[in-house]
């Protein structure tokens, strides 16, 4: 079977996203949900959308009544997600939702509810939970092939342009870097050290306030215990050129991957060897992965639905405290 997929939001992600669904073997783009009329032309003939496949943000509840349309990927900006969420829910269609899944913990349980109550899926677009050498780093902890894992760094960010986007405004992103980019450490702390962290520290750094406006976080130091005794160590940021790294350290043997998080390909290796997975566009494999999940009941390697995208925004909400107060914050995820 093939998942039908409309794209809410036809900006850069959701371009790259619709490109890379042209070799998908079991999810199709049949849809479009945008604002611009202009940009609904344009994707109907490059992509062969129906007309009755177009939506806009005032009538999408509408898809209710399409049974041409599986789910709904929402590639808006952040501020947008629950309240875009719950609407396709009710209307009865899958979700598909971009990271970071809401704004905070609190959007995230009322997201996760919501879906549960409409009995759909929610997936969060978690593109390197499906990546081959990231999972065969997975695989070689997991078989305990790196033995009992101590440390994780992850280094995520780049240095920001244009000081107008919404990535630099609070009430649209949520924050700065850490709800972009910093969210990629996170995550990649959870597979990669396979635990839930108990406790989190964190530290702000602010170079340009006028950039950088009150709420908009530039570069954060986080730090994470988890329950084995394992600890990390990351660093999220707005103002650094092409930081991009996953390091885990265990009592056996290692993983250093740069870059770790980016297009691709991802490259690396561990003290066996070089990681030499072939490289497939991420969200081509996602998309595919995505459609056994919703129509095959497939469960993934590293799952991807709601409960993980609201763990990141539990720890997140933690990060930013820990900022505030200085202080460490006890977490309970499990
Ligand atoms: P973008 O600015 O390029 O596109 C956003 C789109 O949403 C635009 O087409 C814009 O017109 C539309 N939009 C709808 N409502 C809007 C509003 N109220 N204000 C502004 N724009 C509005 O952004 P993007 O880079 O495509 O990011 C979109 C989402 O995708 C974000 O949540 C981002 O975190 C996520 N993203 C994920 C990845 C990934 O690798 N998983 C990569 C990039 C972006």
């Known amino acids: 079977p093939i998942l039908r997929v409309a794209i809410m939001g036809l900006g850069s992600y959701g371009t790259r996203v619709a490109e890379a669904m042209k070799d998908c073997k079991k999810a199709k783009l049949v849809g479009v949900i945008s604002g611009t009329p202009s ?5 109907q003939s490059k992509y062969n959308i129906p007309a009755k496949n ?9 898809i209710k009544d399409n049974p041409d349309i599986d789910a ?3 590639i808006t900006p952040n501020s947008q997600h629950k309240d875009q969420t719950i609407r396709v829910a009710r209307a009865g269609k899958h979700v598909i939702c971009e990271k970071p899944m809401g704004l905070n913990a609190k959007e995230g349980r009322e997201m996760v509810a919501e879906c549960k109550k409409a009995n759909v899926h929610l997936l969060v677009g978690y593109r390197m939970r499906f990546e081959g050498n990231t999972l065969e780093v997975v695989r070689m902890r997991r078989e305990g092939e790196l033995g009992k894992i101590m440390f994780f760094q992850g280094l995520s960010g780049f240095r920001i342009g244009d000081p107008t986007q919404w990535r630099l405004n609070k ?5 700065g870097a850490m709800m972009d980019i910093g969210i990629y450490s ?6 990669m050290v396979g635990e839930e962290p108990i406790w989190v520290t964190a530290q702000e750094t602010k170079t340009d306030p006028v950039k950088f406006k009150p709420g908009v976080d530039e570069t954060i130091q986080f730090q994470f215990g988890f329950p084995s ?14 930081l991009d790294k996953f390091y885990l350290n265990g009592e056996k043997g290692f993983a250093e991957m740069q870059p770790s ?8 290796r561990t ?8 490289h497939i566009t991420h969200q081509t494999v996602q998309m595919d992965e995505m459609s056994d999940i919703i129509l095959a009941g497939k469960k993934p390697v590293l799952p991807v639905d709601g409960e993980e995208g609201l763990k990141d925004l539990i720890i997140i909400d933690a990060i930013y405290k820990a900022v505030k107060t200085g202080k460490k914050v006890a977490l309970n995820l499990t």
Request: proline fraction near 5%; hydrophobic fraction near 30%.
């Open 261 to 268: 998080t980016g297009y691709g390909p991802i490259q690396g």
């Open 171 to 175: 009430e649209l992103a949520g924050g």
């Open 39 to 43: 940009k609904v032309t344009e994707w």
């Open 186 to 191: 996170v995550n990649g702390a959870r597979y």
């Open 54 to 62: 177009c939506y806009n943000y005032e009538n999408f509840d509408a």
């Open 229 to 242: 005794g394992a600890v990390a160590s990351c660093l999220s940021t707005y103002n650094m050129n092409g």
């Open 72 to 74: 709904v990927y929402i």
């Open 271 to 278: 003290h066996k060897g070089p990681l030499d997975k072939p």
